[in-house]
Structures are given as structure tokens and as C-alpha cells.
């Protein structure tokens, strides 16, 4: 039986308010146990919650830049468990109605694109963390992420491979990072992935039992666990046993995902609306004012790479794979460079000194202008693209600017056409056998010819141009 592996995002964003989503302790990451956890984050008795007005700011914001509905009134509710870490009892979050439903995001894998639908997202508070590692048999809470604003975001079941959910969890690492709602670190946790993962046979239109994957923190592991789980699910029925609906945990170390409780359902967590909160009303003018705000989205900017710059669809999508990536794009192209040029130098030459050392856009030792002027030479025929090569390599390790390093290490183009057929007819004069067999119809020996050539300017001389006068000398 052919098989179709279905699966739908759960992804927690932290928001990047510096004071937590119902007091005022601070959010920042490494602080010792316990310090930046208040009163009102300790449940004590009498304390009240107060909505941090940036967290819906921020929400307002994801919900614009989705297309989404936002809901002018939208309400908070208790989500009732018991756990160490949750000293109240029960998680402030959304239930029936959120503050963001029905919003799009459009994915790109390779030159195909697709449309995901983002069902809703909610605000909500997170819990604190239990140590088990640290403390023999015994158990330590820390509270400092209790009441850290989180944005719950929940994809519709549209996403068909482990391939997929990576370029959506990417694309949407992307947004939220590009408007500044999160800081997307997924090693601190402010971007967290649960996976709902479920198999049916192909062609079927009933989904199956889906079993969710908790916490993931890489786009590496979330594309490993979910191709795990299919083909777990697959086994388990082509073996005839049934999938029970499960949260399930994923080991990096052995690759494989293990069940750690039964999958509850919303009745178990007793929603009902806060009492200690009162309906968020969101007012036309301040979404106005935020709308304002936006910066040009992702999705836009690939449309206007595509239609003003000529670029394909996947140029597009990976100059905007980073608000910062596609501002040094920008800037490279407002320094003279052309397009098609710029963008090949930035995917292909940066792009590789970058993932070499480990760093990001923001940390290129090449400047915007440097490569647009490196850029510039090649297109007046300055350089060949073999010599900007070894441009590229002094511009990175510091050496100056672009013409003083062409001037200093003597790679200027040889394109002076009295001087290409001296060097020429002193390369056909002493390669009398090349001659012959090209004569002879021999196409490789033209070639050869021109490789002397090339070695006798040290790589200097205009490759067109060579071609051009070595058929003239030899026809």
C-alpha cells in the first residue's frame, strides 16, 4: 500500500518584550534559578495578572503580516493542569477565541512553492522548567520562564513530508524574526517545534491517528523525528496494530521517537474564560498604526526580485531567507552592482566564506560596497571571473580595497588586442602540432592553444577576447 504521511506545526515564538506577558519580571535568557520570577509569577495568594500591552502589539503584527483575521475582541482562559513547574495550577492562554485565526504562508522547496494554512495563533504565558540532571533523585523548579509571553502558532494539516514542515518551521522562523517579534534563538528556546504527525493510505481523504512530537529544537531534529515517526506509523499498521493518539518525545541520540503520555484532549484542561482578565479589544487605529510599521514582508520582496530584478523564484527565495541577508543584497545592488551578478556573488562565493567560518551576514568581512565594486570590475572586463576569485580571497582576508589589490598584485585583465596577438602568435608559432591537428578539424586543440595562451598572460588575459583573435589568426 502507498502511503501519505500527514502533518500540521504547533510552533511556540517567544515574543521579545523585555517584561514577561502578565507581570513585571524580566525575560532575559542565563539567569540564575529563580531571580527573575515575581510574586504574581509565583502564584502568590492575591496577586493579579496585568497583559503586557508589547505582546499584543507583537501578535497584531505577526496577524497583519500573515493576512490574518484578527479578532478585535479576543479573550484569555485558564487551561487547568497539574504540574511542578506551573505554580498556579493552570496556563493563562486563548481557547475559543484567539487573538489571530485563517492566515497564509507561502513555502518554497526548490523552485515549487505552496501555501500553508496558519489555522490561528494565541497569545499565552509559558511555564517554568524542572532540573532533573542537576539535583541526585530529587527534582529542581525554576521559575524565570514562568510568564514569559509566548505565540502559540498552529498550521492546518497541509504539510506532506518532513521536507516541507523544514521549509514552512523555516519560512516561518524567518517572518518572525524579520518583524522583530522574536529573536528565533532556538537554542534558548524562544522558537520550539511540536510536530502532529499522522499516515493514510494515498488517495484517502480521512486523516489518521496522529501522534504529536514535543519540543524540537533544530530544523535538523524536526526533519529526523518526523521521518521516524512515518515510517514508525507505516510499521506499526502494515503489522496490523492500530496508532493510539500519543505525545511522543524525540532522542537525537538514537534517532527515534518514544511515547512519554496520551494525547489530551481540550476537555481534559477545563478551559473557561480568566476572571481575572478582561476581553482584549483591539482598536482600528492602533492596528493601523502597527500596519504602518511593518517592514517590506519576505513574501513581497521575492515578488518584486521576480518582477523587477529578473531573478527565479529560488534566487527570491533565498536572498530573503534573512531580513539581514537581503538588506546586504540591497545594499550591494544600491553600490552599482547589476542582479544577476550581485545575487550569484552573495549565494555562491559569500555564502560559502560565511558557512566556512561559522558566521552570519552581519559578520561578513566584506563589505556591500567592496563586492559591488569587485562586481564592477568584472563587468567592464577588468577582471576575469578567475581573477575576481582571487580578489574575493584578499577582499576577506582584509587586504584593501578593490583596485588597490587588482593594481598591487597585477591581475587587470589583459584586453589591449595588439598585445593578446604578439602573445598569440608567439603561442602558434611554437605549438606548430596544436595548429595542425586544429586545421585538421581537431577541437580540443584549439582549446589547448588557448590554454597556452592563458598561461602565458598568468590567467590575465580576456577569455572572449583570446577566442575571438586566436579564430581570426588561425582560419
Known sequence: MQWETVIGLEVHVQLTTAAKIFSGAATAFGAAPNTQACAVDLALPGVLPVLNKGAVERAIRFGLAI?????RINVFARKNYFYPDLPKGYQISQYERPIIEDGRLAITLGETSKTIRIVRAH???DAGKSLHEDFHGMTGIDLNRAGTPLLEIVSAPDLRSAQEAVAYARALHNLVTWIGICDGNMQEGSFRVDANVSVRPR???????RREIKNLNSFRFLEQAIEYEAR?????LEDGRPIRQATVLFDPDTGETRMMRSKEEAHDYRYFPDPDLLPVRLDEAWIEEVRAGLPELPQDKQARYQSELGLSAYDAATLTSSRALAEYFEAVLAAGAPAKPAANWVMGDLAAALNREGLDIAASRIAPAQLAGLIRRIEDGTLSSKLAKEVFAALWAGEGEVDAIIEARGL???????????????????NPKSVQEYRAGKEKAFNALVGQVMKATRGRANPQQVNALLKARLD
Not at 493576512?67 to 479578532?71: C, P, S, V, W
Not at 488517495?203 to 491517528?209: A, E, F, I, R
Not at 587587470?412 to 611554437?430: G, M
Open 123 to 125: 497569545l499565552e504565558e
Open 67 to 71: 493576512g490574518a483575521r484578527l479578532n
Open 412 to 430: 587587470r585583465q589583459v584586453s589591449d588586442s595588439a598585445e593578446l596577438e604578439a602573445i598569440i602568435d608567439q603561442v602558434i608559432a611554437a
Open 232 to 236: 514508525w506509523q507505516i510499521a506499526e
Open 203 to 209: 488517495g484517502s481523504d480521512t486523516l489518521g491517528t
